[in-house]
């Protein structure tokens, strides 16, 4: 693969995340604050490694002659409580391995904070990175190929459910493997539903949720919104891929050739402005998933990773469905995986597996996806006794599940190009917010991605995408 300059990683790793200035609701794609735990808020702000380091620490230390392996993870809330426990667990079960779990704010700013530990030379030894993020590391060649240690430590990387680790999979190496793995899910208001005779289930078509809507707008509740859709700080550009792709459109093909202004997307588009500026059924909203457990909206898309905060915290009974179709069916992954950085000491990177082999055991994945509603990213867990339980006796938790094989990887729009994901999302709020045109909008936002995809272009076609 062409190498890049060590200037131009920084301004494709770095200044590119850093400009996205999340604040506290925002995780990678897989889930937001509050209501679901995924992140938590800026850990201790972006000033590299040393600076995490230092503030990010906490709980017992390593004991002599334990292998310290430093763990720059991604979630806070209730989700960071099962990591917690997992991380806890771990140390506590044998005596050469010691994981030093450094929270680090959401995903974009785990990368963000990662770009700069990378420029300063002083990296974590094992950090999380969403669907996007590891990505952009991939390019420059930061992070360490995993096939020889995972076969070191024994752990068969074909447990894994083959669409999850294929994402992680470049030039046939492993480089990310699955760990907090997700899909949207459709989520309703099932109270309301009942309330407003609908069917208990979630509306087939975009088409057919309009219609819901209008029959929920009859139950005069003034402070009711149908549909709630989010932000461009909330992810709203990993939600809109699937309708691109339900009616018919991309908003980019495996070269990166920028397809957004295209007729499919500009109808999918034009589709959300109607709903929301037309029919006065749907809104933006910050945080959706908050909004939804406050009974503000009856419907909403959010990650299948915040599925266990918002039944924790919804006053009312909730459904689950897969995403609605239009001409077809489209649902992208996201969430987070696992990473080493090719910097890390060669000792600590086995040592790193071994937790990674420890995370991988069946009853932890059944409790990560229990505790998160993450999807159980190994076949082993999928078929235990304890996952298949929580399927039978929470089906909201098997939806994902059921969908992943509908699924597909993102375009290469959003996972290659530098703000790729906020320039989306922002034409996206133009939309939503002021009305705009969609075909004005996503013109423009075709001419951005197509400038910042430039210095990328090339480094995406050896890495095989092509």
Not at 53 to 73: C, D, E, I, L
Not at 125 to 145: A, C, G, R, Y
Not at 201 to 226: F, I, S, V
Request: glycine share 10%.
């Amino acid at each position: 693969m062409g190498q890049i300059t060590r200037r131009k990683f920084i301004s494709l790793s770095g200044s590119a995340l850093g400009i996205l200035a999340l604040a506290a609701c925002g995780s990678g794609s897989g889930g937001t604050s509050g209501t679901s735990g995924t992140s938590g808020g800026n850990a201790g702000g972006t000033g590299g490694a040393a600076t995490a380091r230092a503030t990010q620490s906490a709980g017992p230390a390593a004991q002599a002659g334990q292998k310290q392996v430093t763990f720059w993870s991604s979630w806070g809330g209730k989700n960071g409580e099962a990591l917690t426990k997992l991380v806890t667990d771990f140390n506590a079960a044998q005596k050469e391995v010691f994981i030093d779990n450094q929270y680090q704010g959401t995903y974009d700013e785990t990368a963000q904070k990662l770009a700069a530990a990378i420029a300063a030379r002083q990296v974590p030894d094992m950090v999380s990175l969403s669907e996007v993020t590891w990505n952009k590391f991939s390019i420059n060649k930061t992070l360490q190929p995993l096939d020889d240690l995972l076969k070191k430590s024994s752990v068969d990387p074909t447990d894994y459910v083959e669409s999850l680790i294929a994402e992680g999979t470049r030039q046939g190496k492993i480089w990310w493997v699955p760990f907090a793995r997700s899909t949207p899910l459709f989520y309703y208001n099932r109270t309301l539903f009942k309330e407003a005779g609908l069917p208990d289930r979630a509306p087939k078509t975009w088409d057919e949720l309009r219609t819901w809507g209008l029959e929920l707008q009859k139950l005069n509740k003034p402070d009711l919104k149908a549909y709630a859709f989010t932000n461009a700080k909330n992810f709203n550009a990993w939600h809109f891929q699937g309708n691109v792709w339900q009616w018919g459109g991309n908003y980019s093909d495996k070269n990166l050739e920028i397809k957004i202004d295209q007729p499919p997307a500009v109808a999918a588009g034009e589709w959300l402005r109607k709903f929301v500026h037309e029919d006065k059924l749907g809104y933006m909203a910050p945080d959706q998933s908050l909004d939804f457990s406050n009974g503000l909206c009856a419907m909403t898309q959010q990650s299948t990773g915040s599925l266990g905060s918002i039944l924790a915290t919804a006053k009312f009974d909730i459904g689950t469905g897969m995403l609605p179709e239009q001409q077809k069916f489209g649902c992208p992954t996201g969430g987070a995986g696992l990473a080493l950085l090719a910097a890390a000491p060669d000792d600590r990177k086995q040592a790193a597996i071994e937790f990674i082999k420890f995370l991988n055991k069946p009853e932890n994945v059944a409790f990560w996806s229990k505790q998160t509603g993450y999807m159980p990213a190994t076949k082993s867990a999928r078929e235990a006794p304890e996952m298949q339980q929580q399927f039978t006796a929470n089906p909201n938790y098997k939806v994902a599940v059921d969908q992943l094989p509908k699924t597909q990887p993102q375009d290469t729009a959003r996972l290659f190009v530098p703000n790729g994901d906020q320039t989306i999302g922002t034409g996206l709020e133009r939309i939503l917010v002021n009305n705009e045109s969609t075909e004005t909008v996503f013109k423009a936002v075709a001419e951005q991605l197509k400038r910042d995809a430039q210095d990328v272009k090339d480094q995406v076609k050896d890495l095989g995408l092509s």
